[in-house]
């Protein structure tokens, strides 16, 4: 069984900085494509960062030179790195594995329970 757990989330005041962290059991992330999600409050899920099969990484427009993504292959773990969070960055993150594309919650893919992130001002 395929299992996502992230952790990291928490409130944070605007311009303060935020690592999420997404370990998988029965998984290995390696080389495959992988991504963070975000589900805002009353709103849709939208990618937020991702890197595909290319090794593309795949930034959403507004986290552009704020967040990055990183990995430890021997903790099996992907990170998001949030920095100079604004409150629009609210929301619940995913982590998915095995899947990177525009769709949130897509059976094709592994997905985590979410964990979620307040910015407030």
């Known amino acids: 069984e395929v299992k996502l757990v992230e952790s990291g989330g928490g409130s944070v005041q605007a311009g303060g900085s935020l690592t999420l962290s997404c370990t998988a059991s029965g998984f290995t992330f390696g080389d495959s494509d992988m991504g963070w999600y975000r589900q805002a409050p009353g709103g849709e899920c939208d990618p937020v960062l991702r890197?595909?099969?290319?090794?593309?990484?795949v930034y959403e427009d507004s986290v552009k030179g704020r967040f990055t993504i990183s990995q430890d292959h021997a903790k099996n773990t992907i990170y998001l790195q949030m920095n100079s969070l604004k409150i629009e960055d609210t929301g619940v993150y995913y982590c998915?594995?095995?899947?990177?594309?525009?769709?949130?919650?897509?059976?094709?893919?592994?997905w985590g329970q979410g964990t979620q992130v307040t910015v407030s001002s």
């Open positions: 998915a594995a095995d899947y990177s594309a525009s769709i949130c919650f897509s059976p094709l893919g592994y």
């Open positions: 890197i595909d099969l290319d090794r593309n990484t």
